[in-house]
């Protein structure tokens, strides 16, 4: 099946599949996101991905990962996973890509749940040759922040040792109960996936060739640099196994990174 045949999240319930007494923590979001794209990203359709990607599972922890893919008018890549294991782990993460010609930041949407610890790392990540440019558009975000000081902690510096890909706009924010998300976090997503349709709608096309280039070399250096340090690697190592998890780093997560030296896959 397709991602858009599979993307009749809504229709699934939001028990998870491991342990029925737990909520998908993050499905609602997943939700938002289905019912949204469709609607607001003209072209909206399926980008083929590798099918043995589509959906995983282990059994010790016991878990499920299912993976979408899109492209838009606009967007050359959203792709989009959803991680269940019961109380052990919620992931949602989303990651959009705009078409060379739209010289705009890439959204990342991490939403995150361990046991007991919740977070998130939402943010429109700007990219190397536009940083400035970049940074400016997503100023009138900045107020997000100061309406909910919840966002203003600080991400670890153990992982990403420099702020080369984030915006000051960037939202993280760890979350002590499922309420917290559901109060404070579902909305500011829905705002901020909103704020970044609004700029592809906005955003007139550039054609000329060196332009291009310059968009798609940004986004290239985005996936070398998450390809080696992204921390969820790591569980998909742990997860799934070696092999899987290398698959997944270079044939759907960062599809424009080179293989090499890795600080999580070894």
């Excluded at 599972?57 to 016991?62: D, I, M, N, Q, V």
């Excluded at 989009?80 to 919620?90: F, N, V």
């Excluded at 829905?190 to 955003?203: P, S």
């Excluded at 293989?259 to 896959?265: A, C, Q």
């Amino acid at each position: 099946a397709t991602s858009l045949d599979r993307l009749n999240v809504a229709s699934r319930g939001r028990a998870s599949t491991v342990n029925s007494s737990i909520p998908k923590l993050y499905w609602p979001m997943l939700e938002h996101l289905a019912e949204t794209m469709p609607e607001r990203l003209p072209g909206f359709t399926d980008l083929p991905m590798p099918e043995y990607l589509h959906w995983v599972e282990s059994a010790k922890p016991a878990s499920t990962m299912e993976s979408w893919c899109f492209k838009s008018d606009r967007l050359r890549k959203v792709r989009c996973t959803y991680i269940d294991a019961g109380p052990q782990a919620q992931v949602l993460n989303s990651l959009w890509y705009p078409e060379p010609e739209f010289d705009l930041p890439v959204l990342g949407l991490d939403l995150l749940s361990f046991g007991p610890k919740k977070l998130c790392v939402i943010d429109m990540q700007p990219l190397p040759p536009s940083r400035d440019h970049h940074h400016n558009l997503v100023s009138p975000l900045l107020e997000v922040r100061e309406r909910f000081p919840l966002f203003k902690q600080n991400k670890s510096d153990k992982i990403y040792d420099d702020d080369l890909f984030f915006s000051p706009a960037m939202l993280f924010g760890r979350f002590k109960d499922a309420q917290e998300v559901d109060n404070v976090l579902h909305p500011v997503f829905v705002e901020y996936v909103d704020f970044y349709m609004k700029l592809l709608e906005e955003c007139e096309p550039n054609s000329d060739a060196e332009a291009r280039a310059k968009v798609l070399d940004g986004q290239r250096q985005y996936d070398q640099y998450n390809s080696e340090r992204d921390p969820a690697i790591g569980l998909f190592k742990s997860y799934y196994g070696a092999e899987f998890a290398e698959s997944y780093v270079y044939d759907f997560l960062f599809t424009d990174a080179e293989p090499g030296e890795h600080k999580i896959l070894g």
